[in-house]
């Protein structure tokens, strides 16, 4: 099934993008098998045990396996892990959207490079030494970024401390075409 981005999506990830996101342009595919493939052809490469769900961005078309929960009343319950997932998967929609097609060669080189480790950027505790030592969010690879604002959004949506993500959101709220 392919859709737009519905106007609460839109109003979740804007507390992420802020207006550096033409969301508009945004596709959603939902119940395709083909990101499961992706993840396993992955696997093979990686030598780890394929994701169990797994989406891939192209450009501002969002690939998943399941239809996404993220209707009002999942946010509101904080049923947020759909919803933390399209946040991800809308990172890469704006790495495109600013980088171009870049990003995507990027994401494949880390996830065959680290594995796993291409989406660890040392949670709180990183980011703060990386903001002191002068690191910016463009400095992350893109699966990195993607997982910074991803842990935002679920720390916003539940009330907990988001200091050290500020200062990287705060890039992301910035750029605008």
């Known amino acids: 099934m392919r859709r737009r981005l519905t106007s609460n999506e839109v109003a979740e990830a804007k507390l992420v993008f802020a207006d550096s996101l033409t969301y508009k ?15 396993r052809i992955g696997s093979l490469i990686s030598k780890e045990d394929p994701p169990t769900k797994n989406a891939i ?22 049923h947020l ?31 065959i490079s680290l594995g796993s480790g291409a989406y660890d950027y040392g949670s709180k505790k990183g980011l703060e030494d990386a903001h002191h030592e002068g690191k910016h969010f463009i400095d992350y690879n893109p699966e990195q970024q993607a997982d910074i604002a991803r842990a935002y959004y679920f720390r916003l949506k539940k009330g907990e401390d ?4 500020e200062p990287f959101i705060e890039e992301i709220k910035s750029i605008v075409d």
């Open 162 to 165: 988001i200091s050290a993500w």
């Open 57 to 78: 961005s192209l450009g501002k078309r969002l690939f998943f396996p399941v239809i996404l929960e993220t209707a009002p009343v999942d946010i509101a319950n904080l």
């Open 81 to 111: 892990t759909d919803m933390g997932w399209l946040i991800h998967e809308l990172t890469h929609a704006w790495q495109y959207q600013h980088t171009g097609i870049r990003y995507l060669f990027d994401a494949i080189r880390a996830q």
């Open 25 to 39: 342009e945004i596709w959603i595919y939902e119940n395709t098998s083909f990101p499961n493939w992706i993840g």
